[in-house]
C-alpha cells in the first residue's frame, strides 16, 4: 500500500492513491495473466521436448514455476491489502490466483520453531543443517 505503482503511460503514484477501478483491475489483471502463465506451462508439461520445439511452445521447470508464484505473491501483495482495507471482496479471487484454501502442510520447521513445539536440542540440529532461511 506504501509501495508505488506505475501506470501503463509511466505516471507513478503510491498504491494507496490509486483510484478504486484502477486497483481492482491491475489486480485482476496480474491475476489473470498469471492464471495464463500457468495453464499454459501444465498444457505444455504433458508434451515431449520435441513436440515443444515443433509447435514454438515453452516449457518451464516445476522450480522456475515456484519462483514466478512466489514473485507473483510479493508485487500483488500491497495491492491486496489496500483492496482489503477498501473492503473488497478479493478472496476468491486470490484463492484461484495461487491454487488453495487451505493451510499448506507444514514446509519447514518455522512453525515448531515460533510455537514452542521444538526442544532445544531439536533447534540447535536443525540450525546445524545446511538449510537456507528466509526472514
Known amino acids: 500500500m506504501f509501495k508505488y505503482h506505475t501506470t501503463a503511460n509511466g505516471e507513478t503514484m503510491l498504491i494507496c492513491e490509486m483510484e478504486d477501478d484502477h486497483l481492482m483491475n491491475t489486480i485482476k489483471m496480474v491475476s ?8 499454459h506451462q ?12 515443433l509447435y514454438n ?3 518451464v521447470s516445476p522450480k ?3 519462483d514466478k508464484t512466489k514473485e507473483i505473491a510479493d508485487l500483488l501483495a500491497p495491492y ?6 477498501r473492503g473488497y471482496q478479493l478472496y476468491p479471487l486470490v484463492q484461484e490466483t495461487f491454487g488453495r484454501k487451505e493451510a499448506v502442510p507444514k514446509v519447514n520447521n518455522y512453525s515448531r520453531i515460533t510455537t514452542g513445539t521444538v526442544s532445544l536440542s ?4 536443525m ?8 526472514d
Open 42 to 53: 501444465t498444457e505444455t508439461s504433458g508434451q515431449s521436448e520435441y513436440e515443444r520445439h
Open 32 to 39: 489473470k495473466r498469471f492464471l495464463e502463465y500457468k495453464k
Open 80 to 85: 491486496i491489502l489496500e483492496g482489503v482495507l
Open 122 to 125: 531439536t533447534l540447535e540440529e
Open 64 to 66: 522456475d514455476l515456484a
Open 57 to 59: 511452445r515453452s516449457s
Open 127 to 134: 540450525l546445524d543443517e545446511d538449510e537456507e532461511w528466509e
